[in-house]
């Protein structure tokens, strides 16, 4: 596993705090739970009644139970470069078939790096992307990886926090980033258009959430003390529905 920013392993491993953080009820109902609906909210084209979805940096899975009842899909493809968090993702997707709800959709799990994923051209109708694209060194080929197992009219789901919050101090004290790679909310949204994606104004959320602020975690806001006028406070999460381009 790398130990630097510029090793030539696709991707910066969380710390052991992260790694115990993404089991944690703050990060299920506050963060995945919040962005799975806001991407749900956000889809303006027609999807499959069953689905076939790849959750690309799937980690421990706790993903599959809100995806399945979310989207209903007839198959879930978990994809994941570190063993470990795969280990605890095959624990999730036994939860999910003891469940009424979700035991329905197929889930499988592959080890693989998400800028070159085991899957065949084509195979997906929807590839969720949460929180992952700021661990990837090589984002722009894992985008084009994300087109290709796509099929026509497919759809992104992508989640990501912005430089202005991996950057911020606390966040660099207890996760570990690729630093060079951090993009703002509209430099994930210009290469999401460059890399074949297809979107518009009313397929982006900019949330502003209390975790996501980490300078105060809007601790100001909610004493009145401070507020950001319109436009010009710095964006901490993009969530994006775009469709690929013929």
């Excluded at 109708?125 to 992952?132: G, L, P, S």
């Amino acid at each position: 596993m790398q130990s630097t920013e510029t090793s030539s392993v696709p991707f910066v491993p969380e710390t052991a705090f992260g790694v115990w953080f993404l089991r944690t009820h703050t990060w299920e109902h506050h963060v995945l739970r919040v962005a799975i609906n806001d991407l749900k909210r956000l889809i303006d084209t027609p999807l499959p009644a069953s689905p076939v979805i790849v959750d690309a940096g799937c980690g421990q899975g706790i993903s599959f139970r809100l995806l399945a009842q979310t989207f209903k899909p007839a198959r879930i493809v978990g994809v994941d470069f570190h063993r470990a968090s795969l280990g605890l993702a095959a624990q999730s997707a036994r939860n999910c078939r003891g469940h009424a709800d979700t035991r329905s959709t197929q889930i499988e799990l592959l080890h693989g790096d998400c800028a070159n994923l085991p899957l065949p051209d084509a195979s997906a109708d929807i590839v969720f992307c949460h929180q992952t694209f700021h661990h990837l060194v090589e984002q722009e080929r894992a985008l084009a990886e994300f087109r290709r197992v796509l099929k026509p009219g497919g759809v992104l789901l992508f989640a990501e926090s912005t430089d202005a919050y991996i950057k911020s101090w606390v966040i660099r004290l207890l996760f570990r980033h690729p630093m060079h790679v951090q993009k703002s909310a509209d430099g994930y949204l210009d290469m999401i258009r460059r890399g074949g994606f297809t979107f518009g104004a009313r397929n982006v959320s900019l949330p502003y959430l209390w975790w996501s602020r980490a300078k105060d975690f809007g601790l100001l806001e909610r004493l009145r003390i401070y507020t950001p006028k319109p436009g010009k406070r710095r964006e901490t999460l993009v969530n994006v529905a775009a469709v690929k381009t013929a």
